[in-house]
C-alpha cells in the first residue's frame, strides 16, 4: 500500500508530500500556470521553506545549502520573478492546507525528514520569500 492510500485526506504521513507546495502552488497561481512547471514552482517553495526552517532554529544552514545545490545540479529554479510579498501571502491563505486561517508549512529538519508546523511567525514567512525572490 502507497502513502496516498494509506493516507487519502493529507492527514498525517502524506502531509510531507506538500513538501515546497505551500508557495509552489500561491506561485502557480500568480503567474497564470504558464510561467513554470508544477515541479519548477515546487523547487522554488523548497528553497522559501528552507529558508524558514533555517530562520526557525530547525535545519542547519549547511542542510539548506545542500539542497540548493542539489536543485541546481537538477536544473530546477531556485528563485523567482520579482513580485508582490503581500499579494503571495494573500495567495497563499486560499491554499487548501489553511487551517483556522494559518498557513501550514511542511519544514524540512534534517535530510529524509520534514514536519508540519502551523505557527511559522509573518515576518519570517515575508523574509523568506523576498530572498527567494529577490536571488538573481
Not at 6 to 17: A, F, Q, T, V
Not at 104 to 118: D, K, M, Q, S, Y
Request: charged residues 25%; neutral net charge.
Amino acid at each position: 500500500m502507497d502513502m496516498v492510500q494509506r493516507d487519502e485526506r493529507d492527514r498525517g504521513l502524506r502531509n510531507i508530500l506538500n513538501y515546497g507546495h505551500t508557495f509552489g502552488h500561491a506561485l502557480e497561481a500568480l503567474t497564470d500556470y504558464g510561467t513554470f512547471l508544477h515541479g519548477e514552482a515546487v523547487a522554488i517553495g523548497m528553497e522559501v521553506a528552507a529558508h524558514i526552517a533555517v530562520a526557525q532554529g530547525l535545519l542547519t544552514h549547511e542542510l539548506a545549502l545542500r539542497q540548493h545545490r542539489l536543485l541546481r545540479a537538477l536544473d530546477l529554479p531556485v528563485h523567482c520573478p520579482p513580485m508582490d510579498t503581500e499579494t503571495v501571502l494573500e495567495m497563499m491563505q486560499r491554499d487548501k492546507k489553511v487551517r483556522s486561517g494559518r498557513v501550514r508549512w511542511v519544514l524540512p529538519t534534517r535530510i529524509g525528514h520534514a514536519e508540519v508546523f502551523n505557527a511559522v511567525p509573518l515576518d519570517i514567512v515575508r523574509n523568506a520569500i523576498e530572498t527567494v525572490v529577490s536571488r538573481q
